[in-house]
DNA sequence: ATATTTTTTTAGTATAATCTAAATCACTAT
DNA sequence: ATAGTGATTTAGATTATACTAAAAAAATAT
């Protein structure tokens, strides 16, 4: 594996993230948005990320991931994880603080680090927002779950996850008792505004609109 | 406090470590050596510092550090014990691996995260080599300690604390049992070259050269 | 098929942290 | 008092990351 500066493994990151896992080709405008600096900044990451060949890059068409390119990303996002689900356990962060702590300390590199924090973890297979932890490999079990705004009505899941992990989205889902684990239920669907209303826990209906159910995961049951 | 970068902090630390505490100068080449820059680049280092009032800098005369400086130093030296206790504690790293990463963890920014560490850690005072861990305060309770080759022969007393962290020194403590805690007595003294002879927990006597001894660091009781 | 718009790249500049080589300052020893 | 030595600073270059402005390529619309 190539070492890769700070900089790089967050472009490397994104690009992993924006590509799903190496299956789309991504934009230098995309990544420009995702990333807050300005599209000559990335054409140039671009040119330094394709010499360390993490990715592939045809000028003018965007970049795919390299093998190389995606096992480093997931060794990346494998140790965000970790931290995030160390803030949440035993530091009793709650699931909206910790993204930006996680966004500096998978940036450590020490490989015994991570291991040993794996195993004092327990050796955890989700994060705090529901998102697998890919193993020392590299490997990711990925669950089959999809959009809560996709279910119909009467279908019902469990969340599992959380697309957006926003501190402000975060303590919305908060408030209304939408935590990773709740039962769900969709009872209407709003014809006009593909907003939702839903039965959590067998207890609460709760409605909300087309944008929030897109940024939950479900697992479904039903 | 003006926020520093990492290379920033890094020179600061060892600014504040050369001049113990702030009571000395420090000299562009004592910097240079410690850091392994070319003195050049310390001068470079030394105005950007200097702009940011954490030292004192006078041309051709050396630094001190400034009341704000200190602050920032002991921020930063706190995080690093946190951290050496954390992974020595709590991911069972053996103490002579710890300085590295900490010396990485160090420079993460979030005060929250170093708040709720040190309560996670039951607010330890010592980090594994003996060193205090400043408060959230800067302030530090410091132990009066010696270097055990200062001790006359009889004298006696508790190891407290190492000078050198680095590996190789910590591994050669391990293997002749002078660990943190060992009662050790003074038998000998060879007047030639500074050499000791050392009782350690009353049962193992150990040869040891006035270099080593230096580097241990003693609380007095006899 | 050509013109217009959008996207992307290139060229040139800036800041941070480093280096080497050259210049300058301070201290020491005659 | 001055020459020499060593320490320190300055000048100029390099690499990484970002920017703005301008040029070029690709995509879209007429
Ligand atoms: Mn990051
Ligand atoms: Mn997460
Ligand atoms: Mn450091
Ligand atoms: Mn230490």
Redesign the pocket.
């Known amino acids: 594996m190539p070492s890769l ?4 493994e967050n472009y490397l990151k994104a690009i992993y993230h924006l590509s799903d896992g190496g299956k789309n080709n991504v ?3 995309d990544l420009s948005k995702e990333m807050k ?10 040119r ?1 990320l394709s010499e360390k060949e993490v990715i592939n890059y045809r ?2 068409y ?1 970049v795919t991931i390299t093998e190389e390119g995606k096992k480093s990303a997931l060794q990346i996002i494998r140790k965000h994880r970790l931290w995030e689900v160390f803030l949440v356990e035993k530091l009793m962060f709650s699931w909206d603080e910790v993204h930006d702590v996680a966004e500096e300390l998978e940036h450590i590199k020490s490989p015994i680090l991570i291991q040993r924090l794996d195993d004092f973890l327990g050796n955890p297979k989700y994060d705090p927002h529901g998102d697998p932890i890919p193993d020392e490999f590299g490997d990711v079990k990925a669950r089959p779950r999809l959009p809560l705004n996709e279910l119909m009505v009467n279908d019902g899941g469990q969340i599992v996850a959380v697309k957006d992990s926003s501190a402000a989205f975060l303590r919305y889902l908060d408030k209304v008792g939408a935590y990773i684990g709740a039962r769900i239920k969709v009872l209407d669907k709003v014809e006009f505004d593909g907003s939702l209303e839903i039965l959590v826990d067998n207890k609460k209906t709760l409605f909300m609109s087309k944008d929030v159910a897109g940024n939950i995961l479900i697992m479904q049951t039903s």
């Open positions: 500066t700070y900089a790089e934009s230098t405008n600096t300005k599209p000559a900044s990335v054409s140039d990451m671009l330094k000028k003018y965007g």
